[in-house]
């Protein structure tokens, strides 16, 4: 789960934006142009707003950005640990059986054919 806690402040975000027209943003936000406008003279909007806004900017994409490079780089170090266990756990395997075949202690007396 991706987590902004903390957004720039709106006329940032807005000044950021590759859009620049405010009937996109607005229509973006669902919003209309004057609840925008409103928003923007107060330089402030509710959260879902911002939030929105956050990642269409370059912090956003940042953050998105950095959380898939760590989570690939997590999952590409489990994959080669996991590998590296397999390699491991074979050549004891082949160990063992290269000793002689030990039944089990559970197995019958008389195998059938």
Not at 88 to 107: P, T
């Amino acid at each position: 789960m991706f987590r902004a806690t903390h957004t720039p402040p709106l006329s940032l975000l807005l000044d950021d934006m590759f859009e620049k027209n405010p009937k996109k943003v607005a229509k973006h936000l669902g919003v209309t142009v004057a609840t925008l406008k409103r928003w923007k003279a107060a330089d402030h909007a509710p959260r879902a707003a911002l939030l929105a806004l956050f990642y269409e900017s370059r912090w956003g994409y940042s953050l998105l950005y950095t959380t898939a490079f760590n989570a690939e780089t997590m999952a590409r170090g489990l994959a080669d640990c996991y590998q590296r266990e397999n390699a491991a756990l074979r050549m004891r395997i082949a160990r063992l059986e290269a000793l002689g075949n030990f039944d089990s202690a559970n197995q019958p007396i008389w195998k059938t054919m």
